[in-house]
């Protein structure tokens, strides 16, 4: 049996996206999920399914005890960093197409400002990350940033990716979240304001780097026969899929560390919903660091390896462009909720509902996750 | 800066003692599996080729060639702030397995021979790496 077009998005919610939040992660995504339902047009109790995203949420039994649901049929813990959103999509949509629930939720809350959770301090929390804990992290190699880098340096040096195209990449995401009333980051970037900004983990710099911040966001997928009665036009998941690559747990140990999981996951997701990438009108790319979103694109089948940086020049994925991407302003420049934020932007585009960033007649679009060094998610989604 | 936190210790385990042991010596050893002799790196506890989980130690060169490179300008542990900027380099070692290590030296460029040794001054043995001429 195929899962395509067997789930749809039929809710989107979002608290605001900012930095110095007084509330909690739990209060945050509490918030966001309330949101989310009610754009379903359902109620709380109505939820039958939930996947609660990431290591500081709330768990199954929180939101059965919250919001009051009677009988919740399945939950599930998707343990892989930022494509924990996407994979998530692979999970509900198996689980509503197998007859087991009407609407799950997949839900998610961070706040970076209540806690001491950050990006340096996360990853030897994590028990997936225990290599980098014990031999790379007393080295002083902890960050995403600094466990990154050396993928993008070898992508630079082997296929002649440039700083500017990293810029491209950058200046794209702002040119977006300006156009977002509810993002972070508003001031507009050039390329040059990209070069200058201060080096992090050599080759990234500042604006190489996603956000911090606090936020929630949520979204409900709902068997397709139970969405045809619901508010919002159908936004269908036509193909989905997850990888993992090679080695994992290490980047360090990887044959070619510039492979990501979601070269495995791409072609399934495309072929399952009977479509290529060049049919695709608008992408939303998971975009921890520039270079993430280049590699992606090769990954995907967009362009051949190497050819990513010059993929993303131009203006193709800007405002206007032939492949707006990350139309919301990503993590880059929108607000850092481990991707959440990309499926939710990517149902509103189908929806035709994305304001002063809506991409014209938008009818397929894809949406990708991409985390933990390398575990990569996908869906392609149609407008009905 | 006297108040600065000691460096992350590695959570040694019962996998892994062997490496920490050798690497106090100075001696980068990992593990061989002993039925079918695949070398792994960093320790897990079956071959992932033969399925065995009987282990002997063999010890390497640490000598390689970078692979990859990062500089790092920003300390995302604090106890890591008077280093900087310090080099981190990636470095497949001849006998086909990676490994990852500080760097002294200009800076490295992919390709570049390079010789490691372990620095065991301080509380934990530091895996450093240098260039090395061709012989």
Not at chain 1, 66 to 91: E, K, M, Y
């Amino acid at each position: 049996m195929s899962l395509s077009d067997k789930a749809c998005v039929t809710g989107v919610g979002e608290t605001l996206y900012e930095r110095g939040s007084t509330q909690t992660a739990f209060e945050l995504q509490i918030a966001a999920s309330f949101k989310a339902i009610a754009d379903a047009g359902l109620k709380p109790t109505d939820i039958d399914g939930v996947i609660p995203i990431g290591i500081v949420s709330g768990t199954a039994e929180d939101f059965i005890e919250n919001f009051g649901i009677p009988d919740l049929r399945f939950s599930a813990v998707i343990p892989h960093g930022g494509a924990s959103p996407a994979i998530a999509l692979q999970t509900a949509t198996a689980i509503v197409a197998g007859g087991i629930c009407k609407h799950i939720l997949i839900t998610f809350g961070r706040s970076v400002t209540a806690s001491v959770n950050k990006a340096g301090a996360r990853i030897h929390q994590m028990p997936q990350f225990h290599y980098v804990t014990e031999f790379e992290h007393p080295l002083g190699n902890s960050a995403p940033a600094q466990i990154y880098a050396p993928m993008a340096r070898r992508h630079m040096e082997l296929y002649g990716t440039t700083v500017e195209q990293f810029g491209a990449v950058a200046v794209a995401h702002r040119e977006h979240a300006i156009l977002n009333d509810n993002a972070i980051m508003k001031k507009p970037i050039t390329l040059e304001d990209h070069r200058n900004s201060r080096m992090i983990a050599d080759p990234f710099r500042l604006f190489d780097c996603s956000l911090e911040s606090d936020g929630g966001a949520a979204v409900v997928i709902s068997a397709a026969d139970c969405a045809a009665d619901l508010p919002h036009h159908r936004v269908f998941i036509s193909g989905v899929s997850a990888g993992h690559p090679d080695s994992p747990a290490s980047i360090t140990q990887r044959d070619d560390m510039t492979s990501l999981g979601l070269s495995k996951a791409a072609p399934r997701a495309f072929e399952m919903a009977g479509v290529k990438p060049e049919d695709i009108d608008v992408a939303e790319i998971y975009d921890c660091f520039t270079y993430a979103v280049i590699r992606q694109f090769e990954d995907m089948g967009f362009c051949e390896k190497g050819e990513g940086g010059a993929f993303v020049e131009g203006g193709r994925i800007g405002p206007g462009g032939a492949l707006p991407t990350n139309t919301h302003g990503g993590l880059l420049s929108q607000a850092h909720v481990w991707g959440l934020n990309h499926i939710v932007e990517l149902a509103r585009q189908l929806r035709h509902d994305a304001g002063r960033a809506q991409v014209p007649d938008a009818t397929l679009g894809v949406v990708t996750g991409y985390g933990d060094m390398g575990d990569g998610g996908l869906a392609v989604m149609r407008r009905e | 800066m006297t108040d600065l936190p000691a460096k992350p210790q590695p959570p040694r385990n019962a996998l892994s003692e062997p490496y920490w042991e050798a690497a106090a010596r100075g001696e980068l050893m990992v593990q061989a599996c002993a039925s079918c002799g695949k070398l792994r790196h960093y320790p897990r506890l079956i071959c992932d080729r033969c399925h065995d989980d009987a282990v002997s130690w063999t010890a390497l060169s640490a000598r390689g060639v970078i692979h990859s490179w990062t500089v790092a300008h920003h300390a995302f542990h604090p106890a890591f702030i008077p280093e900087l900027p310090y080099t981190i380099v990636t470095v497949d070692l001849e006998e086909g397995l990676r490994a990852l290590g500080r760097w002294i030296g200009e800076t490295p460029f992919i390709g570049q021979p390079a010789q490691g040794r372990f620095e065991t001054d301080g509380p934990v043995p530091e895996l450093i790496f240098e260039p090395r001429a061709e012989t």
